[in-house]
């Protein structure tokens, strides 16, 4: 069974930077896409940037050359650094395990506000 813990978030003023983490559990971290996708109150869950077991990379246009997302496959762990925030970047931020299936996480609030 995967598991998906996420941490990070907050609250951070326009322009500032946060750094989310995911820490999976199991031993398929290595060969499965990552993701992180993001999600406001009745809307859609969108995608932010994906990152495959080889190192390519995905991202969303609204966060290309503010975001970087990476792996470190001896941790486990998945990451998305953010800089350059904006109110618009204020949503649930949900990372995601793709293989066979998709796995979730529980997700974890970014709040961008002066």
């Known amino acids: 069974q995967v598991q998906l813990v996420e941490s990070g978030g907050g609250l951070v003023q326009p322009g500032g930077s946060l750094r989310l983490s995911c820490a999976a559990s199991?031993?398929?971290?290595?060969?499965?896409?990552m993701g992180w996708y993001r999600q406001l109150p009745g809307k859609q869950r969108d995608l932010v940037a994906t990152?495959?077991?080889?190192?390519?990379?995905n991202y969303a246009n609204s966060v290309k050359g503010r975001f970087t997302i990476s792996r470190d496959n001896d941790k486990n762990t998945v990451y998305l650094q953010m800089n350059s925030l904006k109110p618009e970047d204020t949503a649930v931020y949900y990372c995601?395990?793709?293989?066979?299936?998709?796995?979730w996480g529980q997700g974890t609030q970014v709040t961008v506000s002066s």
């Open positions: 199991g031993s398929i971290f290595s060969i499965a896409t």
């Open positions: 990152i495959t077991s080889g190192g390519h990379t």
């Open positions: 995601n395990l793709q293989i066979v299936r998709n796995y």
